[in-house]
């Protein structure tokens, strides 16, 4: 209940293409999703958020949908770029307690 | 966005030692900040959660008198790894919450080796 699944485990895109990073949830009280960027050796870096009252939110090149029937939101990364190469979470988590859970990880690759 | 200063980036120390990590909310006020564990090309396990002025909540698993934390001011938050040995070996990170809430900004991390 507790948990998130992200997928896939590992991506690898050509330069200029698009990435699709995705993410499902069983618990319904998560009301707080949040995706994470990380380098290696570096802590997580916040890139976008969402709640489930919108479906999509868009910043920049990266957007997240969100399928609150389906329980599953997921992120896209535009005209994706070498510089984009790294770990990305996503996380939830419920409103007040402020506890994330995160996803395994996606580790994407960009290729020049 | 708020800034997080994490020290040191990585230590190494002998097996029986203590080692001590500071976390630091540069530019807000941090009643709450949590510590994270992340084993290579792993996810990040949630250790506990650390209140200003209170006792730290640790998660299920997580020996409290072997991560010591203490969460004096609302800047700063230290875990101490007690009598360290090799499987304590791990990239530590905390992160703490901005004022507004929910958006949770992180330190750079801190690799220990334990030798």
């Known amino acids: 209940q507790q948990q998130v699944k992200q997928s896939p485990q590992s991506l690898i895109v050509q330069k200029g293409g698009i990435s699709i990073i995705n993410c499902a949830y069983e618990n319904t009280a998560f009301d707080y999703f949040p995706w994470y960027q990380q380098f290696p050796g570096k802590g997580p870096a916040l890139l976008i958020a969402?709640?489930?009252?919108?479906s999509e939110k868009k910043e920049g090149r990266f957007t997240i949908s969100f399928n609150k029937s389906a329980k599953q939101f997921s992120l896209h990364i535009m005209d994706s770029q070498p510089g984009d190469s790294a770990t990305y979470f996503c996380?939830?988590?419920?409103?007040?307690?402020?506890?994330?859970?995160f996803g395994t990880g996606t580790r994407l690759k960009v290729l020049a | 966005g708020a800034v997080v200063s994490q020290h040191p980036s990585w230590v190494i120390c002998k097996s029986g030692t203590s080692v001590k990590i500071e976390c630091r909310s540069l530019?807000?006020?941090?009643?709450?900040m949590f510590w994270y564990r992340q084993f290579p090309k792993q996810s990040l396990m949630l250790m506990a959660t650390?209140?200003?002025?209170?006792?730290?909540?640790?998660e299920q698993g997580v020996e409290k008198d072997k991560f010591l934390i203490n969460h004096a001011s609302l800047t700063l938050s230290t875990l101490t790894v007690t009598s360290a040995h090799p499987e304590d070996s791990s990239f530590y990170i905390c992160?703490?919450?901005?004022?507004?809430?929910?958006?949770?900004?992180f330190g750079s991390g801190t690799q220990l080796s334990v030798l």
């Open positions: 996380a939830a988590s419920i409103g007040g307690t402020y506890k994330y859970i």
């Open positions: 530019d807000f006020q941090a009643t709450t």
């Open positions: 992160s703490a919450l901005t004022g507004e809430g929910e958006k949770l900004f």
């Open positions: 650390s209140n200003e002025g209170s006792k730290a909540t640790y």
């Open positions: 969402i709640r489930p009252d919108v």
